[in-house]
């Protein structure tokens, strides 16, 4: 089971108030109303196998990997049929390739041995699956189960910190905190604004603020300027 980010959270400011809260989820919305995950997939079990095979690779280098796999093992009886070698083969670009074909195998034969070929729509039953943590069952839940959760992961847990949205040490408690202050109308779709504002403007060597959409209500102290 994938551990959870612990990091040393930066000297901040009190998180912000919920009218911000709701100002940046609305500005956020209107930048990007329909928000959408850069890895690819075809049904609830390529995403699961896309999510496990992104723990510290990037998207591209999935996207890459997976869209010949998928082309023939779309389903775990036909991952099974591969067997872990071909898997092996088929994302040898993916950094720890050799683990992660081992838990692709391993939590196919899971699926068909107790939950009939399907992703189960239980976290429970999602986080026992090898090589899925919390923040991989709480990606599959919101994208293919509609689940207003929020999965943290580096880009999510930077933004939160700096913001701040919610001040906390770690991923489940900036989750928690997060699933506690997002205004409703935003829960759905918090996951996919805050790692695309996290990946391509809050980044984390140097925040694009210059051309950041919530300047004005970050408290970050060490915004950038422009050249």
Known sequence: MAEPIVARVETVPSPVGAETVAEIFSRLRAANPE?????EFQNPYTLLVAVVLSAQAT??????????????ADTPE???AL???RVRGFIRTIGLFNTKAKNVIALSQILVDRHGGTVPHVREHLEVLPGVGSKTASVVLNVAFGEETIAVDTHIFRVANRIPLVVAPTTDKVQAG?????PAPYRL???HWLILFGRYVCKARKPDCPRCLLSDLCC???KTTAI
Request: no cysteine.
């Open 35 to 39: 928000p959408r995950a850069e890895l």
């Open 59 to 72: 998207d591209k280098s999935v996207n890459l990997a997976t869209a010949p796999l998928f082309a023939i």
């Open 78 to 80: 036909k991952m099974l």
């Open 83 to 85: 067997g872990e070698e």
């Open 178 to 182: 997060l699933e506690a202050i997002v």
């Open 189 to 191: 779709d918090a996951h």
């Open 220 to 222: 970050y102290p060490a």
